[in-house]
């Protein structure tokens, strides 16, 4: 859940062939992006392999850092877009190795704080579920928040005023040579919407899970607290058209949302991509938008913002 910056060499016939040798376990050729992405739109990636247990990973971590192959971990699906043209290197899934949520001590109602290991596979609606289940809060914010777990880790999802570095302890993670780590805050700084590291050498390295920091809290309350925020996301969020949750990020003491309704550009459209009438930071797909539609939509709020305030978008939606 973190891509690589520098790797750019592409698929070819050669490539595939030598993947098809090195890797045993699920990959999907051509696989079109459309599918695993929550906008519905999006090229193909040329190769997209399941990669269930650590060993796994850093075995085709190495490798394909060794053969200099572009790659690409995703989550859900609910923060990317894969331009028409496609991504002609390797989109790798975390599958049900990583989907384990793990106590590191026993829940008992006596400490302060629990310590819990979550994969990056886990949905975020999953894990906090089991938070609630467990009477454990900190993770309250989370309600409504598509993606995973590696996913809220690697953005700093957030909302309410809360963001999820602020309740992570550790973060777990393969570097580019295949190495394994669990890393806190003397190397993990938390920003808005990103993680980063205070040292080079973990740069392109791939989120696999975390260590959260929770409490025991009661359990009504809590319950209560997510239904408060689930209801209000839908009150003003649009429902029905496939997005990706908010699109471009807020910038420093203002809204982005707020900027592009001023703008008048709500209900803007490219082909079947629409500025959302009833939320201006969602971009929706209508039907058969394709990603060059979206991309061309975003660009052109992105301009007449700017024209208008003076204040560039940056989108929280990674384009590749």
């Given at each position: 859940m973190a891509e690589s910056k520098t790797q750019q060499r592409g698929l070819g016939k050669e490539l595939r062939e030598a993947l098809a040798s090195f890797w045993d376990g699920s990959v999907r050729w051509d696989a079109p992006m459309a599918e695993y992405c929550t906008l519905r739109a999006g090229g193909r990636a040329a190769a997209m392999v399941v990669v269930d247990d650590q060993a796994g990973l850093s075995r085709l971590i190495k490798w394909l850092t060794a053969q200099d192959i572009r790659r690409r971990v995703i989550g859900r699906g609910s923060n990317?877009?894969?331009?028409?043209?496609?991504?002609?290197?390797?989109?790798?899934?975390?599958?049900?190795?990583?989907?384990?949520?793990?106590?590191?001590?026993?829940?008992?109602?006596?400490?302060?704080?629990?310590?819990?290991?979550?994969?990056?596979?886990?949905?975020?609606?999953?894990?906090?579920?089991?938070?609630?289940?467990?009477?454990?809060?900190?993770?309250?914010?989370?309600?409504?928040?598509?993606g995973s777990v590696g996913g809220a880790v690697c953005m700093n999802a957030g909302a309410w005023g809360k963001e999820t570095g602020q309740v992570v302890e550790t973060v777990c993670l393969v570097d580019r040579r295949g190495g394994y780590h669990e890393l806190g805050e003397d190397t993990v700084v938390f920003a808005y919407r990103s993680m980063?590291?205070?040292?080079?050498?973990?740069?392109?390295?791939?989120?696999?899970?975390?260590?959260?920091?929770?409490?025991?809290?009661?359990?009504?309350?809590?319950?209560?607290?997510?239904?408060?925020?689930?209801?209000?996301?839908?009150?003003?969020?649009?429902?029905?058209?496939?997005?990706?949750?908010?699109?471009?990020?807020?910038?420093?003491?203002?809204?982005?949302?707020?900027?592009?309704?001023?703008?008048?550009?709500?209900?803007?459209?490219?082909?079947?991509?629409?500025?959302?009438?009833?939320?201006?930071?969602?971009?929706?797909?209508m039907g058969n938008a394709t990603a060059d539609d979206i991309m061309a939509l975003a660009r052109e709020v992105q301009s007449r913002v700017f024209e208008q305030s003076g204040i560039h978008l940056e989108p929280e939606v990674h384009l590749l």
């Open positions: 990317i877009l894969v331009s028409s043209r496609g991504f002609d290197g390797v989109v790798i899934v975390l599958g049900r190795g990583f989907c384990e949520i793990k106590p590191e001590q026993a829940l008992t109602g006596e400490a302060e704080k629990y310590l819990v290991r979550a994969g990056a596979g886990c949905s975020a609606a999953g894990f906090l579920g089991w938070c609630v289940r467990q009477g454990l809060t900190g993770l309250e914010f989370m309600a409504g928040i598509p980063q590291f205070k040292k080079p050498e973990y740069e392109q390295s791939i989120v696999t899970g975390a260590v959260f920091r929770l409490r025991p809290g009661n359990q009504r309350q809590i319950i209560e607290t997510c239904r408060r925020h689930v209801a209000a996301r839908k009150e003003k969020q649009p429902a029905g058209a496939a997005s990706a949750g908010s699109f471009f990020k807020n910038p420093p003491g203002d809204s982005a949302g707020r900027l592009i309704e001023a703008a008048g550009l709500k209900g803007l459209r490219r082909g079947e991509a629409m500025v959302s009438e009833k939320h201006a930071n969602f971009i929706v797909n």
